[in-house]
Nanobody
Framework: VQLQASGGGLVQPGGSLRLSCAAS????????IGWFRQAPGKEREWVSS????????YYADSAKGRFTISRDNAKNTVLLQMSSLKSEDTAVYYC????????????????WGQGTQVTVSS
């Protein structure tokens, strides 16, 4: 499967952005799709993922209540709706696919898209 992340940009604190992860080659509902982010000088961290089997959604504590992951099977896309954005959300965001039903570590993901930059600043 090939993944392409998009939707990043510059947004003010408190604003919203919606990231898209478009898949090709295979259907997204065959994989767990995860979102990760990497801020400058920091390690890449898991943000959220959605299970292929039952669509169960998982969030890092930093994302709970502000981010929503969803899957659009018709468009073969996974979305990450981000709201109430903070400066600490500034990072390059990546989507990735895993054959596992659930994974929150990057080593469990086999396929990666290129990143999309999210900058939260006034």
């Amino acid at each position: 499967v090939q993944l392409q992340a998009s939707g990043g940009g510059l947004v003010q604190p408190g604003g919203s952005l919606r990231l898209s992860c478009a898949a090709s080659g295979e259907t997204v509902d065959y994989y767990a799709i995860g979102w990760f982010r990497q801020a400058p000088g920091k390690e890449r961290e898991w943000v959220s993922s959605i299970s292929p089997s039952d669509g169960r959604k998982y969030y890092a504590d930093s994302a709970k209540g502000r981010f929503t992951i969803s899957r659009d099977n018709a468009k073969n896309t996974v979305l990450l709706q981000m709201s109430s954005l903070k400066s600490e959300d500034t990072a390059v965001y990546y989507c990735a696919a895993s054959i596992l039903d659930y994974a929150d570590d990057e080593h469990s993901y086999d396929y990666w898209g290129q990143g999309t930059q999210v900058t939260v600043s006034s």
